[in-house]
């Protein structure tokens, strides 16, 4: 006798079990998607166009480096009456900059700048060390603005800036050198005793795009410095850049007006106070590729004031 084929019937208590289950589960994935999706627009907004070229100054606020900076009037053009190495010869920069958290850079930096009297022998050093860090405010370090404070020491003496002068003049230059007479007689005498003064200063940027590499950049930076005498200075400015991924340029017209007290950086070929002075500029900057992380850039200042600098320089150093 055949059996009927068996018949299955769900079995009401697992049936409502499983449904409830399922329900749980899409209740659960539904509330994680709900959360999560807030974040959606905003990582869609953080993350960089895949089109876009990353630009030096938004790589400047991702990349660890160090660079090593020499600047001299020397060096700098147009070429003039002036341009004899007098004033402002043999700065020595040596600056390392490293990421601060997501918005900030820390800039630590040291300097040593060397004053020769034009038409006498007076020569002195300004150095200075200092640490500076600023913050973005903008969606990008390319893009909005930039406040930045800065701490350092300055002191003003003999601090053996001139050795480099001394180098240079008997192992590269015929002209000027020490134990020459009239014209030819290289500065050599430093002031007695020093100056060392406290630094504070402040920093405020805008950086504007223009479309493609191109933006718009204008701010102002000062410094006070107080001690066994005072010293300040003050530069607004505004300039054009053009910036790709290995390559930027920027034009800058700027001004300074500096005051101070310490004689030795007032003599001629030095600081001029009280007076605002047209510095226009232009530097350029070279990024080497990710599997040669160096940095190679060209500094050119001249000014149109009394004093008539026209200081050029070059900076090179690695990212890592």
Known sequence: MARAPATWSPDPGRAAGR??????????????????????????????????????????????????????????????????????????????????????????????????????????????VYAAW???????????????????LQV???????????????????????????????QYRYPSGYDVLAHVGGLAKLVQPLGGPWSLRGGVEGVLGLGTGYFGELHPFVAIAYATRFVEIEFREGAGIYGTNVQPLTMPGGYVTGVLESQPSIHVSVLGPSWMPTTLAFDLEWNRGDSRQHVGGFTVGARF
Not at 134 to 152: D, E
Not at 166 to 182: E, M, N, P
């Open 19 to 128: 449904t409830s289950s399922r329900r749980a589960r899409c209740a659960a994935a539904l509330a994680c998607a709900l959360a999560v999706a807030p974040d959606i627009p905003r990582a869609l907004e953080d993350e960089p166009d895949a089109d876009a070229a990353p630009t030096v100054s938004t790589r400047a606020w991702t990349t660890r480096s160090l660079t090593v900076g020499f600047f001299d009037d020397y060096l700098g053009l147009p070429k003039g009456k002036l341009e004899d190495d007098n004033g402002f010869v043999a700065n020595l920069r040596i600056t390392a900059e490293l990421p601060d958290g997501d918005r900030g850079l820390l800039r630590l930096g040291l300097s040593e700048q060397l004053i020769t009297e034009r038409g006498g022998l007076d020569r002195v050093d300004d150095g200075r």
């Open 134 to 152: 600023q913050r973005f405010l903008g969606p990008s370090p390319a893009r909005g603005l930039i406040v930045g404070w800065m701490v350092g």
């Open 156 to 186: 003003v003496g003999d601090l053996g800036g001139s050795v480099m002068q001394d180098w240079a003049h008997q192992t590269v230059f015929s002209g000027r050198h020490l134990g020459g007479r009239g014209v030819n007689q290289l």
